[in-house]
């Protein structure tokens, strides 16, 4: 690996500022095609969707479900746990790693973008750009047409709202809701008692 090459994942793992041009030498890690065959194929035909699953991720859990279509910048730099549960329409934006743990369910149309922009227009000359890892804890359930935000992680067990955008971290077993998203409430054992769960 050149100089180069060095100091630009280093601006990257940094959080810093860095340009389509300076990250060319990453394209080889996007799995554009191997998507695009994914998505065309039969929901019946798993284990071909599993072999071209493995193909494209980063790593993946077992009895892992993603609907089609889903899209990914790179499809490697996302981290997959066992019994995921993905969407219609699941976007990674995965410049930089999105790791999800066991037992995740994701509803559709939801983002994931490790990635922004600079606010002024000048510094977003050759789509420059920063990125900062998402994670996405154990037992986590995200609704409908979400979107999390760079460097964002959500703790175990929390569920966001439907329509929310994630610009900070979500604690634990918490409720979060709205744009910006915000904790409403803390997950207690009453929520057991309610809409069916068994006795």
Known sequence: MRDREIDVLSRIRRGLLYT???ASFQSSQRRSDLIFDYNQTRPGDTERRRSLLESILGSV???TVLASPFH????SNVHIGDDFFG???LTFVDDVEIRIGDEVMIAPSVTLTTTGHPVHPHLRVDFRRFSEPIVIEDKVWIGSNCV???GVRIGYGAVIGAGSVVTHDIPPMTVAVGVPCR???QITEEDLA????SS
């Open 20 to 22: 389509e041009s300076e």
């Open 61 to 63: 859990g077992a009895r």
């Open 72 to 75: 990914a910048g790179f499809g």
């Open 87 to 89: 969407n219609v329409n």
């Open 148 to 150: 999390v935000l760079p």
């Open 183 to 185: 904790v409403v409430r």
């Open 194 to 197: 309610t809409r069916g769960a």
